[in-house]
């Protein structure tokens, strides 16, 4: 078989009407396939009889360009893909050591790999999902906010069955739920399970005050240690000495010399508060430290020096004080003008002198 | 049935394996896809498909001069090539036994 001009030209024209056809491609994609399109159309037609036209071997020239791009074309969302198949590319190491690391650990302890053991604890996902939407709910519409724990003691055990009751309805709809979403697309899971964390943080969130009392108390702090009475917070600090006379200038640290912030200064009347704040308009005080950097020694008590003192005052100090309990035990908590025995090695210095 | 749309899914899968052995240029693809049997496979179709695998990496191609007509554009797997076809023979057994066992336990449900 030879070239003869007549078998080019019908080449040419073939391609030509393939290339009208393929107009709307991506233009690389386009591009490549036409560049060797000639060279490919020619070794059919080497094939052919003398005369006979490329269409009768190929069908016609727009049903071969449909099945072109049917074919050649990658599928419409790939950049996104590639996009997506270079970062997971990049991240296949270490991903891949991860999950040979989680597959030890659970290997090791005999619940076989990782992926498998985390959807044996799906359920167990499922149920506190349906706690946490119960915890919520409880707070938010049925106690308005109030602590579900105080308001479950005074609604008794009423209010103790109907707390469950919205619990065991909670996680019954959210096993449902589970269920349901296995056979969800998955995008639908996904959104399923973006919706089940978003509900967990926020009651991470709204329940944050349970770990208050275990992790916030841990360091020094502001004003949060509660009174006698359960509902009110300190607001200020008197010490005495064992013969009952009340101590000003006093500071409290910690046991690692760390000042302890007890009380709330802004809640003193403005002319007879000792505000740690206003140290130059403070009341002269023949105890009177010198202005020291409260973020070294905290607050200085009383924080309200002329309010009024404790009822407990007339009758002495507010407690028995042992005598076997030396008091220079809590020395710490007397910084007059001599510094204290240090309560630790780190203790601040409270030996400066004061200046003018 | 009209099998050019369950082959279209497997057109990487049959050229990568024409070209496993023996390297090839576009219409001889073709007929040695005939003698296997696929008819329904169009010349369109085998062009499209070398031509993605080219752009993918997972062939490669050189010229080569012939003696009874024009230049022919050979095409070669390469070693991404050679993997994707391990990858998707893996695939098509697992889905074929399974499609197998899936109409075998039908057949005697049905029996």
């Known amino acids: 078989m030879t070239d003869t001009p007549q078998k080019n030209a019908d080449i040419a024209d073939y391609r030509l009407a393939v290339e009208r056809h393929l107009a709307d491609l991506p233009a690389s994609i386009r591009e ?11 070794e059919v037609a080497a094939d052919l009889e003398p005369g006979v036209p490329l269409s009768h071997l190929l069908g016609s020239p727009e049903a071969y360009a449909r099945e072109l791009r049917e074919t050649a074309e990658f599928p419409r969302a790939s950049l996104a893909d590639r996009l997506r198949r270079g970062v997971w590319g990049m ?11 989680a597959d030890k650990f659970t290997g090791s302890a005999g619940v076989g790999e990782a992926a498998e053991f985390g959807r044996t604890l799906r359920p167990a996902w499922w149920v506190l999902r349906g706690l946490v939407a119960a915890a919520l709910v409880t707070r938010l519409f049925v106690f308005g906010g109030e602590a579900p724990r105080r308001a ?26 589970g269920i349901r979403s296995r056979d969800w697309g998955r995008r639908g899971r996904r959104l399923t399970a973006a919706g089940g964390i978003a509900l967990v943080a926020a009651g991470v969130l709204s329940f944050a005050w349970i770990a208050d009392g275990f992790v916030f108390r841990l360091g020094p702090q502001m004003g949060a240690l509660e009174a006698g009475n359960e509902t009110e917070y300190v607001s200020d600090v008197y010490v005495y000495d064992e013969n009952g006379e009340l101590l000003t200038g006093v500071y409290l640290f910690d046991q690692h010399g760390n000042p302890l912030y007890l009380g709330e200064p802004w809640s003193c009347d403005q002319e007879t508060a000792n505000n740690p ?4 308009g403070a009341t002269p005080d023949p105890f009177a430290a010198p202005p020291l950097d409260e ?3 905290g607050y200085r008590y009383p924080l309200c020096l002329d309010a009024e003192e404790p009822a407990a005052d007339a009758s002495g100090p507010p407690y028995e004080l042992d005598d076997e309990h030396d008091a220079t035990e809590s020395a710490p908590e007397e910084p007059t003008t001599e510094a204290p025995s240090e309560p630790t090695g780190t203790s601040p210095e409270l030996s400066e002198t004061p200046t003018g | 049935m009209d099998r050019s749309q369950l082959l279209k899914g497997l057109l990487d899968i049959i050229v990568l394996r024409v070209l496993e052995t023996e390297d090839g240029y576009g ?15 169009g010349d369109a179709s085998v062009y499209g498909t070398l031509r993605r695998l080219y752009r993918s990496g997972h062939l490669s191609t050189y010229v080569q001069p012939s003696e009874s007509g024009p230049h022919r554009k050979y095409y070669a797997l390469t070693e991404p090539g050679r993997k994707h076809l391990r990858q998707m023979r893996e695939a098509w057994e697992d889905v074929g036994a399974k499609m197998r066992d899936l109409f075998e336990t039908s057949e005697k449900e049905q029996a």
């Open chain 1, 32 to 42: 490549d396939l036409l560049n060797g399109l000639e060279e490919h159309l020619a």
């Open chain 1, 91 to 101: 991240a296949d190491p270490s991903l891949a050591w991860a999950k040979r690391t």
């Open chain 1, 152 to 177: 479950v003691l005074s609604a008794g055990i009423l209010g103790f069955l109907f707390v469950v009751a919205i619990a065991l309805a909670f996680v019954w709809l959210s096993l449902r739920l």
């Open chain 1, 277 to 280: 704040f206003e140290r130059e």
């Open chain 1, 295 to 297: 973020e070294r020694y």
């Open chain 2, 27 to 41: 219409y001889e693809i073709l007929r040695r896809l005939r003698s296997a049997g696929f008819d329904d496979i």
